[in-house]
């Protein structure tokens, strides 16, 4: 298989999923009693915690790692500039597919839910501000843009992609184990979502839904949630750069 | 180019895989390790090219410690084991690849490598479907396409025939007149002496012998 193949197969891959949770949650509003709208679809339904925790960084981390696969091998280890240089490249190849992966998953979720409810917004927005202001106690501002959430929730959403596809990236490189790195893509679920995510800095920027338009455009916070994903980021690099001249390459 | 080794030892989980190796290398010759499997052959090599780091002791190659100064040689082509190339590719493919990532020679001198070793560029077959002899070949094309100053072969006449090992001689012959450092292991103790200006004995992951050989115009 080519690795175009393998870029592929993780696209259509992507697509299905996003599609396949966002109709589930169509459904499940609807039964729920309330008509979801093309904006739900767009920040809650294609950024939901199972696509972005625990299915893209699967898909993505195992396209990585087949993409990946000759770059332990000394032919190609010993052309490299440094140790450093092999992680930079995974870390940039990283970051961009995570961008593409969220952007992608964010319009299917915003298309689907268009093109069964045929709504753009359910509520005027001086609807919209009473009833996040009763629902989060935030004031949202008079002016709010949704190019500008979408950027953010984009930027926002793929951090959190790439933190864990960085995290499943590093244990392989000292690991070298895919299966291994798997399993431990699942256990970061259990961990990084779970009861004890309150004490984890990472689970700040978790945009909910429900209270995205206050979230995303009152700007409580963005700022946090940019600040808790660079420092994350920073964090794993220092540690990259720290271990990763120690690597040793025994294939 | 000159290698110089002080004291390295190497210990993977507990067990100790080198040991207090200290030796130079100059470039112009044609170094042979020999031992038996498993006495720490491989991983010497891997130290030199920087695919390990010691657990003590240095590696440096003309005065860059491994490592420390630099991750891997600057001027290496290799030969260890079995290269993972891509089986859907063809042997022309599979060496653009790889010459890519530095993007030091052409197209036409991954082409000439190839044909130097024997086989065709232009083949359309994929790598799955050489032989274990052509693959063979085309690691070693792999080694030499970029003219490198330090050339690190593992049995590199394995499953070679007649005309693939007499090859093989040519190409070091050649590259050790350009002044190249070639540190070659090869099970077959008639072969290994008949390429070798030097020989290092290893057992158990020590020196535990040196062979200067007398030089050969013949070879």
């Given at each position: 298989m080519k690795k175009q193949t393998n870029l592929i197969i993780a696209y259509v891959l992507v697509i299905v999923c996003s599609a396949a949770v966002t109709i589930s949650c169509i459904i499940s509003a609807r039964t729920s009693g309330y008509m979801p709208v093309a904006v739900d679809g767009i920040f809650v339904f294609g950024c939901k915690g199972g696509l972005i925790n625990l299915l893209f960084p699967l898909i993505l981390v195992y396209s990585t790692l087949y993409r990946l696969?000759?770059?332990?091998?000394p032919v190609y280890v010993?052309?490299?500039?440094?140790k450093i240089d092999m992680w930079n490249r995974v870390f940039v190849y990283s970051y961009v597919i995570c961008i593409i992966t969220v952007f992608t998953s964010m319009v299917v979720g915003g298309i689907i839910t268009l093109l069964y409810?045929?709504?753009?917004?359910?509520?005027?927005i001086e609807s919209i501000m009473y009833g996040e202001f009763a629902k989060t106690g935030y004031a949202m501002p008079q002016q709010f843009h949704y190019g500008t959430m979408f950027v953010i929730s984009l930027f926002i959403n793929s951090a959190e992609v790439f933190v864990r596809v960085l995290i499943a990236l590093g244990i392989y490189w000292f690991t070298e184990s895919q299966v291994f790195t798997i399993i431990m893509i699942m256990v970061m679920r259990i961990f990084l979502?779970?009861?004890?995510?309150?004490?984890?800095?990472?689970?700040?920027?978790k945009v909910e839904g429900g209270a995205y338009y206050t979230e995303l455009c009152s700007g409580v916070r963005i700022m946090e949630s940019i600040l808790y994903m660079l420092i994350a980021v920073v964090v794993i690099e220092l540690l990259a750069y720290i271990f990763i001249p120690r690597k040793n390459f025994y294939k | 180019m000159e290698i110089k080794i002080n004291q390295l030892t190497k210990q993977i989980k507990g067990v100790?895989?080198?040991?207090?190796i200290t030796l130079t290398m100059q470039g112009g010759k044609i170094y042979g390790l020999k031992g038996p499997?498993?006495?720490g052959k491989t991983m010497l090599m891997r130290a030199i090219s920087g695919l390990i780091l010691p657990s003590s002791g240095s590696v440096e190659i003309d005065g860059q410690v491994l490592g420390?100064?630099?991750?891997?040689?600057p001027s290496i082509g290799l030969l260890i084991e079995y290269p993972s190339f891509?089986?859907?590719?063809t042997g022309l493919k599979n060496l653009q690849m790889i010459a890519?990532?530095?993007?030091?020679?052409?197209e036409e001198q991954v082409r000439e490598a190839i044909q130097r070793v024997g086989?065709?560029?232009?083949?359309?077959?994929?790598?799955?479907?050489?032989s274990l002899g052509m693959k063979q070949k085309l690691g070693i094309a792999c080694a030499i396409m970029e003219d490198p100053e330090l050339i690190i072969l593992d049995e590199?006449?394995?499953?070679?025939d007649e005309a693939g090992i007499s090859m093989v001689r040519d190409i070091l012959q050649d590259y050790k007149k350009r002044s190249a450092l070639i540190i070659i292991a090869c099970h077959d103790k008639e072969e290994l002496e008949f390429l070798s200006d030097e020989i290092y004995s290893i057992s158990e992951g020590k020196i535990t012998g040196h062979d200067v050989l007398p030089g050969d115009d013949s070879k």
């Open positions: 696969r000759l770059d332990f091998d010993v052309r490299r500039k440094s409810t045929h709504k753009w917004q359910y509520m005027g979502d779970g009861r004890m995510a309150k004490y984890f800095a990472l689970w700040h920027y | 100790t895989v080198l040991e207090d499997n498993g006495c420390k100064d630099i991750s891997f040689p891509v089986n859907g590719y890519s990532i530095q993007n030091k020679v052409t086989l065709n560029p232009d083949d359309k077959r994929t790598f799955k479907k050489y590199p006449v394995n499953a070679l």
